[in-house]
Nanobody
């Protein structure tokens, strides 16, 4: 069983930056950041993924602005978010335990953190 705890959310102005952190227990090959946008509480969208070797993938909406990274020795995953826009506002979740299928689907992930709120105005 993997437990995940996010931190680092907050309120920033357009163009600002935030760095999200996720500490996890156990071992998980793939990690991801999802976000849930206000008004769309039924759907979480993939923001970025990273495997244990450091291979990354990003949603088109955040490419060039967000960077996902991880420290396997210390069980940490980060997401550096630059040039933030109001449409980046949402609850951000760290996920692990990829089960297979489309990594874009929340159902493909087993473990979730409690989320950290990001507000851009």
């Amino acid at each position: 069983h993997v437990q995940l705890v996010e931190s680092g959310g907050g309120s920033v102005q357009t163009g600002g930056s935030l760095r999200l952190a996720c500490v996890y227990s156990g071992r998980t090959y793939y990690m991801a950041w999802f976000r849930q946008i206000p008004g769309n509480e039924r759907e979480r969208e993939t923001v970025a993924t990273i495997d244990i070797l450091g291979e990354t993938a990003y949603a088109d909406s955040v490419k060039g602005r967000f960077t996902i990274s991880r420290d396997n020795a210390n069980n940490m995953v980060w997401q550096q978010m630059n040039s933030l826009k109001p449409e980046d506002t949402g609850m951000y979740y760290c996920a692990g335990g990829y089960k297979g299928g489309s990594y874009l689907a929340p159902s493909a992930w087993t473990y979730w953190g409690q989320g950290t709120q990001v507000t851009v105005s």
